[in-house]
């Protein structure tokens, strides 16, 4: 039902009325069970096969090998440049992220470019000095590039690709020694797989801010006070919770949102979660926007958040740490995770429970 | 003078009368002069700084950092498949053969695809075939990867970013001790910059096949016989031969072709280099092509060959050992670094000698 309200409104290249199982859309691309799917059914069966620690087929936020954390993600947001960020820093923060997300520290970043005949040079600069600011951020450097230009076609001036390489550190040792305290712990890394029953949930701030900036940005629309994206590179705030341990797994919620992570935690850690909805953070602003235009914020893209879980024992100190740093301030615990279903169930501001399905898809096209 | 023909023939989108400064142009991709200023001007202002053994200012086939191999390699050839090869095959053995020509072994890839709205999903599943093949061949696997969907917009279907990463094994270590047999050495990789006055330069190859074919396929030239691409992973070929020893210098040389690389090699290894054209293999249908077409075809892109530059000791050990191989039959010494000059001179087939200068980008188009 709530997706015949977003085909109307701003979904329809997004999501076709019958998914073609012929010719690629919009969807395949959205984070959500259309993309999963095509993974699955397709990548998958030609790809993979290695015997790498964490391999392709985790589909975890990274890869890891030899001891080598290696994630690649190509950015093909649009526009370009949108209220708090562009998408030279979404595409350093998005590989920082998705290897921070495992508890690795990231070593150094590649930059492949595809440039668009037309682009003003002057854009490129713009772009590239805001790699270069966000990379300082983060503390990394680019190593290694790569740039190839296409026939002017209207994809939208610059799609660049990310791919890093992270290491072990000691945060990491230090949290996982901090986790085996409390329960047993046979996971090397912090993965999508290691939820157990019990285990606290915690956002690091509000959601869906990204996604509303760029729907806002695309469509021209004023939602009367400026959504800023979040767009951020959190391998030090990672660092500095890891130094205060019991944390089992990370996720940057990006497309399809906190629903689309939740689930495939739930999926991957063989769990059920309970979310409380009055404790999700969200701007007023995004909350109304996404009323307006039908959208579910938690279905929303996010580029500056992460998704925590971590033994109870350690949950309050990590929400302390947490909202010690400027990107971590609203960090709340909003649920848990646990055996009495396996589904992820939302506990609505109104009391009842409902579940929250794995979304098709991100309803904002080309956020990240 | 050679250029204007290059214009007025196929080369008026990728070599527009003046170069703007203001906007990107089909040439910033094409891996000459005009790719390079880019680079250097642009690129290299923001990122690089790092303090990686082989680090992006470089500009080397791929970086070293932490004695791990690190290569990135976006794949926007057009269109997507041709004979001999496909975009999953280049994409494939692209990023292995970058790798492999700092003399690592590759370790694993990472594959983010860049899918339009409307791409036959029977393509993608050719495609990802045929990366799977590729794999295979060179021994290697996708451990991670990325997908997103952009909406039609007439780039050709699909763009692919490999990325990878690779190790020092005994075949190196083995191959710079046999280096050192001979001369100081300080390298601990084979690099663009180790080139020596009298290091021979040996080819693996014919010239321009691939560059001929993928230009046959974009304008429907009939070249009377079948041109086909070299695309091809080398890792196995040069693993063999660092096995041989004696080899301070490789590049594939893709983008500009053979004179691109070889005037790479004069300025970053600060040497001339003295190339004799009949010694540089060609097929008679690629040659024919080009004289028609009046393009150099040593200006024209490959895909499976291997630029070699080799102590003399060591010359025709390799030659031999390169000439057992499927990849390798028709290789040739094509001539030696010099300290007489600091240019590439090409010693022409009728005796007379002239610069090689390096190509403002190479006259076809979205060959990679």
Not at 73 to 79: E, N, R, T, Y
Not at 108 to 120: H, K, R, S, V, Y
Not at 134 to 141: I, N, P, R, S, W
Not at 320 to 335: H, P, V
Request: negative net charge.
């Amino acid at each position: 039902m709530h997706f015949l309200v977003v085909f109307k409104n701003v979904g329809s290249q997004l999501f076709p009325e019958e998914f073609s199982m012929e010719r690629i859309t919009m969807a395949h691309g959205a984070g959500g069970t259309v993309m999963s799917d095509l993974i699955k059914n397709h990548v998958l069966k030609h790809l993979g096969g290695s015997s790498a620690e964490v391999p392709l087929e985790a589909l975890d936020d990274s890869a890891v090998i030899d001891n080598i954390v290696l994630k690649s993600d190509s950015h093909a947001v649009k526009p370009l440049f949108f209220p708090g960020g562009d998408i030279g820093r979404l595409a350093v923060a998005g590989t920082v992220n998705d290897i921070a997300m495992v508890g690795a520290e990231p070593v150094a970043l590649t930059c492949g470019m595809i440039l668009e005949e037309g682009l003003p040079i002057a854009d490129l600069d713009r772009i590239l000095e805001s790699m270069e600011k966000t990379c300082k951020e983060a503390g990394v450097y680019v190593v290694t590039g790569d740039t190839k230009v296409v026939e002017k076609s209207g994809f939208g001036g610059c799609i660049i690709n990310t791919s890093g390489i992270g290491k072990r550190n000691e945060a990491l040792e230090k949290n996982i020694l901090e986790v085996k305290k409390h329960r047993t712990f046979d996971s090397r890394w912090v993965l999508d797989s290691n939820l157990r029953k019990g285990d606290k949930l915690i956002v690091s701030g509000t959601m869906g801010d990204h996604g509303i900036t760029i729907l806002s940005a695309q469509e021209g629309y004023n939602f009367g006070s400026q959504i800023k994206s979040d767009v951020t590179p959190l391998n030090n705030v990672v660092m500095k919770l890891l130094n205060v341990g019991g944390i089992v797994a990370m996720k940057d919620p990006t497309r399809g949102g906190l629903s689309n992570s939740l689930n495939e935690w739930s999926m991957k850690s063989k769990v059920g979660i309970m979310v409380q909805e009055s404790k999700v953070p969200l701007r007023g602003d995004v909350k109304a926007a996404c009323e307006m235009l039908g959208l579910d914020p938690l279905e929303i893209g996010n580029e500056g958040k992460v998704l925590i879980g971590v033994v109870p024992q350690k949950a309050e100190e990590i929400l302390s740490a947490l909202r010690e740093t400027k990107e971590g301030k609203d960090a709340q615990i909003i649920g848990e995770a646990t055996s009495n279903f396996s589904e992820v169930v939302l506990e609505t501001v109104v009391g009842g429970k409902r579940i929250m399905a794995p979304p098709i898809g991100d309803p904002v096209p080309r956020i990240c």
